[in-house]
């Protein structure tokens, strides 16, 4: 059975920082592709950031470039991203996601997320 399960969110002040931690299980975690996403109320699920598998590539999405890093351990099974200078477009629902390969095809996973609230 895979499990994601995300953990670090929380409250924090505009400026400020969170770390959001994703525990992955049930699954070839060194050879997925790890993403988080995110959702505000009343929007649309959006793609933060994704590290690929093997060479560990990066990609962000616009609104977090140079403010948030994504990284991975793969003896640990964990997806971290770190989230500085937040502000309150930053509030929203954090969501991990793995894209795994099974049986020739790729299946897709997700967690249940972790909100991050950022005050102004």
């Known amino acids: 059975q895979v499990q994601l399960v995300e953990s670090g969110g929380g409250l924090v002040q505009s400026g400020g920082s969170l770390r959001l931690s994703c525990l992955a299980s049930g699954l070839p975690f060194d050879a997925s592709v790890m993403s988080w996403y995110r959702q505000a109320s009343g929007k649309e699920r959006e793609l933060v950031a994704r590290?690929?598998?093997?060479?560990?590539?990066?990609m962000y999405g616009e609104s977090v470039k140079g403010r948030f890093t994504i990284s991975r351990d793969d003896a640990k099974h964990t997806v971290d991203l770190q989230m500085d200078s937040l502000n309150s477009e930053d509030t929203a629902m954090y969501y991990c996601s793995a894209v795994t390969p099974r049986s020739g095809d790729y299946s897709s996973y997700w967690g249940q997320g972790t909100q991050v609230t950022v005050s102004s």
């Open positions: 590290i690929s598998s093997g060479f560990h590539n990066t």
